[in-house]
């Protein structure tokens, strides 16, 4: 990949972002590690649903899908280990991410990977399914509300701080549905549905004005422009989950996700030529929302365009997935990752 860019504007935002942020003490690479590791547990689950959702459409068993499975409970299983240790032994970092302007929005990630979990084992272990589901979705209720609480009341914020990782605590509650409806939960659900969709259009309006009048975003959040697919593709997904069925609100949902997919798609040259960071990892779960939303679609439609299409997302993704994994593998070797900023 190439170097980092040479226009001023996004090296001044960072630092700006930088300047107003709560300064993370200096000490070991624990002290800094990241909420934001658990973006790779969202994306190798999508991945796993998706393979998942695909045997189910063509009604064959894939043998790499249990490896699959077993990989992303040992991926969870070893940051949440490691991100508990941190929060024993480093509680102030831990209290300087959840001040931090831009950090913040990924502490919700820890709540969507178990709601992911709870996905991954709704027909092969339920009751561990329900378990999960219940701790998942009681932590993304209280990241919500302390995210929103802290977006109200704020002392540090700016415009330049926006950007679309702030979607990730409305796609958290979107997804409650997904295996809350066959789980049995679907009032909780709809609870859950109501504020995602409430958040969803606000922070969209602030994401554009964002992006169209003011800096360009930082290098190392441009990955997460690929976040403006989640919440149309995972809010279509879990409503045709709660309604069981493709209304016109459901096509609005789907086609819009497919629209901003192919809107990104026709950006890929300026995600080529970005460095490695571990926000690279924010290509991965909207890739696997819209790519599941499309199979979705293909069953619920019989159009054979839309299975087509979710196939080759789902294609397209694990090569992804597998390029992350390398990359990141070589970024913690390189002691690139886990350091103060």
Known sequence: MSTQSSNPAPAADAAAVQSAAPPLAHGGRLEHFPASFFAMVMGLAGL??????????????????????????????GLAATYLAKVVLHPTAVRAELRHPVRINFMPTMAI???????????????????????????????????????????????????PAWFIPAVG??????????????????FYFSIGILLWPVLLTIVFNRVLFHQPLPEKLMPTLFILVAPPAVGFI????????VDVFAQILYFAALF??????TQVTRFLKLRF????????????????????????????????????????????????????ARAVRARGICIPE
């Open 48 to 77: 796993t649903i998706g393979w998942e959702k695909a045997e189910a459409v063509v009604g064959r068993d894939f043998p790499f899908v249990p490896w699959l499975i077993g990989a992303t409970t040992l991926l969870f299983t």
């Open 238 to 245: 879990a409503y045709v989950r709660l309604t069981g069925g």
């Open 260 to 265: 901003l997919t192919l809107l990104l798609f």
């Open 277 to 328: 960071y571990l926000s690279w990892w924010a290509y991965s779960f909207p890739l696997a929302a819209i790519a599941i939303a499309s199979m979705v679609m293909a069953e619920r439609s019989g159009e054979a365009g839309f299975l087509y299409l979710g196939f080759g997302l789902l294609t397209l993704l694990s090569g992804i997935v597998v390029l992350l994994l390398i990359q990141t």
């Open 113 to 163: 990977s178990l709601l992911l979990l709870s996905i991954v084992y709704l027909h092969t272990a339920p009751d561990a399914s329900r378990w999960l589901w219940i701790t998942g979705a009681t932590l993304q209720l209280g990241f919500t509300l302390f995210v929103v609480n802290a977006w109200m009341h704020h002392e540090h914020f700016q415009v330049l701080h926006m950007n």
């Open 173 to 190: 509650n979107v997804l409650v549905p997904v295996a809350g409806v066959p789980l049995g939960y679907e009032t909780i659900s709809w």
